[in-house]
């Protein structure tokens, strides 16, 4: 090899060591597979996929806790329609066990999704992102109203116990609850772009098959299973029964005060 030759491999083997830092190929691989990965989970935590005011690291946690109070507030409905269809009494005090358990869940998540909207406002800089589009903060609102006013409204005794404003305001916390799973998917994710999802006549049809099967389990259940308050009458009955059966047993009477007891009853 010739002394020309010598040089000019040294040249390029210094050319080929200072473009690839020094590293060998496959550390160099594995890094940017590692940066990468940093990037897409930033992405999926801060990124631009869904509007600002829903794309949060909190969604999974919030999307659960707001699953749990929308399942007490369909409880509460479906216990009502059900007592009302059935011509069945409603029991108060479960009523207000649920209502309290729904109220306790709704006032922190409110609190926790507020909160971690301010820090990301103010700290993260996000907060002219989560005003555009106009129509998206609007939606916000509505979700919102549509949860803490009724929650706040059910705080009220006289509210509990009409059972008109009762079931109205659980199907208010229901329809904002719903609101604030399905805008995320649907609203405020990718806003920009202008495609659109029709599902498969197959969808729709195991959709409404799911939905069926689930009638007609709740339906089965309480007409088998002792789930929802036996008519009044039947408690009245007992009441006559154990105490010819057991005169000798002092019956506790506690609330009949503030009942309303039916000419049979006596």
């Known amino acids: 090899m010739t002394a020309r030759g010598a040089a000019l491999l040294a040249v390029l083997a210094l050319a080929l060591t200072s473009c690839g830092g020094g590293k060998p190929p496959?550390?160099?691989?594995?890094?940017?597979e590692k940066a990468e990965a940093l990037e897409r989970a930033r992405h999926d935590a801060f990124g631009t996929q869904v509007q600002a005011l829903w794309q949060t690291p909190l969604l999974p946690l919030l999307y659960m806790?707001?699953?749990?109070?929308?399942?007490?507030?369909?409880?509460?409905?479906?216990?009502?329609?059900?007592?009302?269809?059935?011509?069945?009494?409603?029991?108060?005090?479960?009523?207000?066990?649920?209502?309290?358990?729904m109220l306790k869940l709704i006032k922190w998540w409110v609190i926790v999704r507020l909160a971690d909207i301010v820090i990301?406002?103010?700290?993260?800089?996000?907060?002219?992102?989560?005003?555009?589009?106009?129509?998206?903060?609007?939606?916000?609102?509505?979700e919102m109203?549509?949860?803490?006013?009724?929650?706040?409204?059910?705080?009220?005794?006289?509210?509990?116990?009409?059972?008109?404003?009762?079931?109205?305001?659980?199907?208010?916390?229901?329809?904002?609850?719903?609101?604030?799973?399905?805008?995320?998917?649907t609203f405020a994710y990718r806003h920009w772009s202008r495609t659109y999802y029709t599902p498969a006549i197959a969808e729709i049809l195991i959709?409404?098959?799911?939905?069926?099967?689930?009638?007609?389990?709740?339906?089965?259940a309480v007409k088998r299973l002792p789930i929802l308050?036996?008519?009044?009458?039947?408690?009245?009955?007992?009441?006559?029964?154990y105490k010819k059966i057991y005169p000798y047993i002092q019956l506790s009477g506690h609330g009949n005060e503030n009942q309303y007891r039916p000419h049979y009853a006596d």
């Open 145 to 185: 109203l549509l949860i803490a006013i009724p929650a706040w409204r059910l705080q009220r005794p006289e509210v509990r116990n009409n059972h008109y404003q009762l079931w109205m305001n659980c199907f208010y916390i229901v329809l904002g609850g719903l609101g604030y799973r399905f805008d995320p998917t």
């Open 26 to 32: 496959a550390k160099v691989d594995a890094e940017k």
């Open 207 to 220: 959709s409404l098959g799911f939905i069926s099967f689930c009638i007609i389990a709740y339906t089965a």
């Open 65 to 101: 806790w707001a699953a749990a109070w929308i399942g007490v507030a369909t409880t509460i409905g479906a216990m009502m329609l059900s007592c009302t269809a059935w011509k069945l009494p409603m029991d108060q005090s479960i009523l207000d066990e649920l209502v309290e358990l």
């Open 120 to 142: 990301r406002a103010i700290f993260l800089g996000q907060f002219f992102k989560m005003l555009t589009p106009w129509y998206l903060p609007m939606l916000f609102l509505a």
């Open 229 to 241: 308050p036996a008519p009044v009458e039947q408690w009245y009955e007992s009441e006559h029964y």
